[in-house]
């Protein structure tokens, strides 16, 4: 008998007779599957909402008082000669009063008796967001502040620090919690493929007096780990985007400002799931029969 056509038959007969376990198995790896991908979409979520702050994040470069017109004017050449800054905008003193005076509103009352303008002129500078790694930033303010007459630069250090380390440990914790899943839907098959093998011991016996080889014993076994793999990968995809789904239509009626805060999953990611479902599941199933002795 041909192999694949034995292997086939086998695996819908056992996938039937063992209908139970083969529901318990799936399930348990849908929802492994499911928590990861959960993780993940959170991740890229949090990760969208960092970049979206990060993108109006800039210098401040305070100026001298004595700061004179060609220094300025230099200035203003030297960060337009630099490719790290998209946007330059110019604040005079009078315009950072008036701006002050905004953001007192009904307070404002207490700079109306001062004898001058306390307030120095500045740059505020927009640079790359890639280029928002705390030490990069750090040492481009430094180099900033070396330059004839500027005062002062700020860039805002903490908060930049804390947006860039809760970035790198969701996708830290991403990758953990995903690593530890795929070992526990490994173990998963790999019990599941040692039962059914033990199960059918006395099949197996026969089919070795018949002068079967043993990849001709091993691959329904195979095939089996593949499938249940694939449709908990299936299953799990579905779940996502059906609770990514009801999130978008039914929460945003009550929560309208969480759709600034959701980043639909790539396609391509719904169509992994299931291919990363069956790979870890085959290695699962290829342990199990790997480490039986007949």
Same mark, same amino acid.
Not at 67 to 82: G, H, N, P, R, W
Not at 99 to 110: K, W
Not at 113 to 135: A, D, Y
Not at 165 to 182: P, V
């Given at each position: 008998?041909?192999?694949?056509?034995?292997?086939?038959?086998?695996?819908?007969?056992?996938?039937?007779?063992?209908?139970?376990?083969? $529901?318990?198995? @799936?399930?348990? =790896? *849908?929802?492994?599957?499911? &928590?990861?991908?959960?993780? /993940?979409?959170?991740? %890229?979520?949090?990760?969208?909402?960092?970049?979206?702050?990060?993108?109006?994040?800039?210098?401040?470069?305070?100026?001298?008082?004595?700061?004179?017109?060609?220094?300025?004017?230099?200035?203003?050449?030297?960060?337009?000669?630099?490719?790290?800054?998209?946007?330059?905008?110019?604040?005079?003193?009078?315009?950072?009063?008036?701006?002050?005076?905004?953001?007192?509103?009904?307070?404002?009352?207490?700079?109306?008796?001062?004898?001058?303008?306390?307030?120095?002129?500045?740059?505020?500078?927009?640079?790359?967001?890639?280029?928002?790694?705390?030490?990069?930033?750090?040492?481009?303010?430094?180099?900033?502040?070396?330059?004839?007459?500027?005062?002062?630069?700020?860039?805002?250090?903490?908060? $930049?620090?804390? @947006?860039?380390? =809760? *970035?790198?440990?969701?996708? &830290?914790?991403?990758?953990? /919690?995903?690593?530890? %899943?795929?070992?526990?839907?490994?173990?998963?098959?790999?019990?599941?493929?040692?039962?059914?093998?033990?199960?059918?011991?006395?099949?197996?016996?026969?089919?070795?007096?018949?002068?079967?080889?043993?990849?001709?014993?091993?691959?329904?076994?195979?095939?089996?780990?593949?499938?249940?793999?694939?449709?908990?990968?299936?299953?799990?995809?579905?779940?996502?985007?059906?609770?990514?789904?009801?999130?978008?239509?039914?929460?945003?009626?009550?929560?309208?400002?969480?759709?600034?805060?959701?980043?639909?999953?790539?396609?391509?990611?719904?169509?992994?799931?299931?291919?990363?479902?069956?790979?870890?599941?085959?290695?699962?199933?290829?342990?199990?029969?790997?480490?039986?002795?007949?």
């Amino acid at each position: 008998m041909n192999i694949i056509t034995y292997s086939f038959q086998t695996v819908i007969k056992s996938l039937w007779r063992e209908k139970w376990i083969n $529901l318990l198995t @799936l399930l348990s =790896i *849908s929802i492994g599957l499911s &928590l990861v991908t959960t993780f /993940i979409m959170f991740t %890229i979520n949090m990760d969208s909402v960092i970049q979206r702050w990060a993108k109006n994040f800039g210098r401040v470069v305070y100026l001298s008082e004595t700061i004179s017109e060609i220094d300025e004017t230099s200035l203003v050449t030297q960060f337009k000669k630099d490719p790290d800054i998209l946007d330059i905008k110019y604040i005079s003193k009078d315009t950072a009063l008036q701006e002050l005076r905004a953001i007192l509103g009904s307070n404002a009352l207490v700079v109306e008796g001062l004898s001058e303008n306390p307030l120095p002129s500045s740059f505020e500078l927009r640079v790359k967001r890639h280029l928002l790694e705390p030490g990069l930033v750090k040492r481009k303010a430094e180099k900033i502040a070396k330059l004839s007459g500027v005062e002062e630069v700020q860039y805002g250090e903490k908060w $930049l620090s804390s @947006l860039y380390t =809760i *970035s790198r440990a969701m996708k &830290l914790g991403a990758l953990i /919690i995903g690593c530890a %899943i795929f070992i526990a839907i490994t173990f998963i098959t790999y019990s599941t493929i040692k039962i059914f093998f033990y199960r059918r011991k006395e099949e197996i016996e026969t089919l070795k007096l018949l002068g079967a080889t043993r990849s001709f014993v091993r691959v329904p076994f195979l095939i089996e780990g593949l499938i249940i793999g694939l449709l908990g990968g299936i299953l799990s995809s579905l779940a996502i985007f059906g609770i990514y789904t009801f999130t978008s239509a039914k929460v945003t009626e009550f929560l309208p400002s969480i759709q600034f805060f959701m980043a639909s999953l790539p396609f391509q990611v719904y169509l992994v799931v299931p291919l990363a479902g069956a790979l870890v599941s085959v290695i699962g199933s290829y342990i199990a029969v790997g480490k039986i002795r007949y």
